[in-house]
T-cell receptor, first 115, second 112 residues
């Protein structure tokens, strides 16, 4: 069964510093992997997705993530944090292709940006 | 022009009431979902439909009844609301041949 583990329910970084949000997955087949962002009182916005093409995936707002099969990881990074990046981030996995396929979310990481 | 739209966005209601949340997508997708986000922000799938047929029902109490009149709509009806039903409910959709799920803006349900 597929699953996702996000390390750290809260991460704090200073404005301008590197953002690193960790995600490890478990999947019996090559997975599809996603990062979603949720700003306070808003819906889920897709940041980026991995679909078995390039292992380094670039997304919106300067974020990127690298798929590492050997480490079963899909960590999210951004070189320089902005105050506007403060939000909840969700890593997700799916094994699309089955009739009952769905997307499974991690428990989320709240990103705090320190001035 | 919202791709996946849910109504209402906010709903406050008393215990024991029956309420519905509506969802419509204009993306031409054939698969729709309901997810629940609890107070700890955890997102869990409740139901999925493909071309109006129920595919996934993830051990949700039978007070929750989804209805899909056509493949562009998936409504969620909740009977006898309980305090624990307070959550954000997200509708989502995708095309079965695709690999991305698109989410609505969420419906904030508060049961008092």
């Amino acid at each position: 069964a597929q699953s996702v583990t996000q390390l750290g329910s809260h991460v704090s970084v200073s404005e301008g510093a590197l953002v690193l949000l960790r995600c490890n997955y478990s999947s019996s087949v090559p997975p599809y992997l996603f990062w979603y962002v949720q700003y306070p009182n808003q819906g889920l916005q897709l940041l980026l997705k991995y679909t078995s093409a390039a292992t380094l995936v670039k997304g919106i707002n300067g974020f990127e993530a690298e798929f590492k099969k050997s480490e079963t990881s899909f960590h999210l990074t951004k070189p320089s944090a902005h105050m506007s990046d403060a939000a909840e981030y969700f890593c997700a996995v799916s094994e699309f292709g089955n009739r009952d396929d769905k997307i499974i979310f991690g428990k989320g990481t709240r990103l705090h940006i320190l001035p | 022009d919202t791709a996946v739209s849910q109504t209402p966005k906010y709903l406050v209601t008393q215990m024991g009431n029956d309420k519905s949340i509506k969802c419509e997508q204009n993306l031409g997708h054939d698969t729709m979902y309901w997810y629940k986000q609890d107070s700890k922000k955890f997102l869990k799938i409740m139901f999925s439909y493909n071309n109006k047929e129920l595919i996934i029902n993830e051990t949700v109490p039978n007070r929750f009844s989804p209805k899909s009149p056509d493949k562009a709509h998936l409504n969620l009806h909740i009977n006898s609301l309980e305090l624990g039903d307070s959550a954000v409910y997200f509708c989502a959709s995708r095309i079965r041949s695709g690999n991305t799920i698109y989410f609505g803006e969420g419906s904030w349900l508060t049961v008092v």
